[in-house]
Structures are given as structure tokens and as C-alpha cells.
């Protein structure tokens, strides 16, 4: 009597399984290594399975064969499964239409890597997992492969690396790297622009490195022309929007000078106190209470509790006794 074992070249056993295997919806691929390892179990499941003497019908055989073999896989594939996506930063203010991962976000929402972010017509501010404030302005989209790695497909961002957190913008001109800084990079078409209030810039183009020191604002193109360079001021113009999205201020309970600090970070102009007085009682004052507004606005309305009053001189700020 011959034997009638199943063989891996039968066609009936072929066709079984791909009528089997055609039902499984696709999963991400496990490593390599373990690819491999499951390559291995199944052929030495299959060799066991298709050695035995078949005392049943070879289909019938053949699908239970498939049916063992399909469990196994599945097993192993949520052994092995890719772990879930790293956050990389959370939401700190939304204004107006803005998705990510085409949906909008709340404050607090985790955003993850390899996640898009669109803008639209909103503006969005986002503290980084690894430290520092980015804001995205309308009209803007972003990735993040990693935190502080971000890339620029359009639009303009701005970042603070406030206790020298640090950032890496890819865009198709060229790669954005901070040293310490505030600064705005803008991407439209075939012009990449970057202005930097403080610290510096390194735009590298694969050829070399574009610096670009506080003060300054470089633009790229996409052809061989040298970088154009101009002066570039620390408030209003390029900043402007940034300063109306920064993120809430909590000054219940905080020196009335770490407020005034911050307002000096988040708007580019120099605080200076007119005398030594006012300088004391804006360290000896502590807040109370809570507001939200934007720096200048805040500014103003944080004073009226104070025995202290402000006025701008260009760039500067200008805190003095009285209202």
C-alpha cells in the first residue's frame, strides 16, 4: 500500500491554505530575527504534520495542517508586535482649526511620532517631551520622528529651547539645528527663511553648514545662490504670532519679577527697571490670583495690582514706581 501523506507540493493542500491564509488582514512585519524564527517553527510544524500517516481525506488533512499553523502565527506575531508609537509632546494651547492625526486636539493631548499636525487656519503651542516651546503657525505641517526631531513640510514654527532643550527641523532645503536659542523658520515653496532673536542657528545643507547668529535672518532657495542675509528685529514682524499663542503663565503664588521675566522672553524686548526701588518691590512682590492673556495684555493688567507701571521704550520695557 502506498503512502498518501500530505505534501507540502500538493495542490489540494495549497489551495486550502490559501483560501485560509486569504482571510487574515495584514500585520506589521515582527524584526527580522523573528521572522526567522517563525519561518523555522512553521516548516518544522509542517514537516511533523505532513510526516504522519493521513487516515483522513488529504483536503481535510491539509486544512487542519494550515489551521495549526495559522494559530501559531498569530501567536507570534503578538509576541513580537512593534511597540506603540513614543510621545513626543503635549498640546498647551490651541487657537482656531487644527488637527493632528486628523483630529482636533484638546489641551493636554499627547501627540505622538509619526503623527501629522496641520494648523489650517488655527495655530497651535506644544511643549515638547524632551524639553522647550514649539509653536506652529497657520497654514503649517509638521512631523515628529522623534522629540526634538520634527520636519517642516510648510509653514512657519518657532521654538524656544528655554533651559537648553534642544531641536533638529528637517526640511527639504536643509536641516535646522538649534544651539540654545529662539528662532522662527519659515518654509514657502522653494524659500526657507530663519530668524533667529537669540542664541544661533545652524541650517546644514549637506554642503556645509548655514550659521546664523541672534539679530540675523537667512534665507536658502533651492538653487545655487548664496544665502541672503539681513538684519532681523527681536519683537513684532516675524514674531508676533508666536507671542500671541505662548502658553499660559500661572503667576498665583510667583514673584511678581518671574512674571516680568517671562514677559521679557515671550515678547524679545529687554526689561529694565528705572530705579533700584522699583527693582526691589518687583521681587519683593509675590501674585496672586490667575489670568490668561497674551504677554502684553497681561502685562498691563498684572501691574494695575501693583504699585508699579511700565512703558515702552523701542525695545525695551521700562518698569517704574506709579501707575
Known sequence: MSDDSAKPSDPEAERAMQSLFAQVQPRDLPPAADEA?????????????????????????????AAILLAMFGALLLRTGSAPAAVVASVERVRGD????????AIGAEVRSAVRIDTHSGQVA???????SMRL???????????GRATLDGGTLYFDSENGAAVEVRTPLGIVRDMGTQFVARLAGERLEVAVRDGRVAIDRGSGAVDVAAGERVSVTSGAAAPRRERSSSFGGDWDWAERVAPPFEINGRPLIDFLQWVEAQ????????????????????????MDLEPMPMLAAVLATTDLGYALDGDRIVIRAGK
Open 137 to 147: 503657525a497657520s497654514q503649517t505641517r509638521v512631523t515628529f520622528a522623534a522629540a
Open 126 to 132: 506644544l511643549r515638547l517631551a524632551n524639553g522647550g
Open 37 to 65: 524564527e517563525i519561518r523555522r517553527a512553521l516548516f518544522a510544524e509542517w514537516d511533523a504534520i505532513t510526516g504522519r500517516r493521513a487516515f483522513l481525506r488529504r483536503a481535510v488533512a491539509a486544512t487542519a495542517a
Open 98 to 105: 487644527v488637527q493632528i492625526a486628523g483630529a482636533a486636539p
Open 267 to 290: 515678547t524679545g524686548r529687554t526689561l529694565e527697571f528705572a530705579d533700584p526701588n522699583s527693582e526691589r518691590v518687583a521681587r519683593d512682590t509675590v501674585l496672586m490670583g490667575s
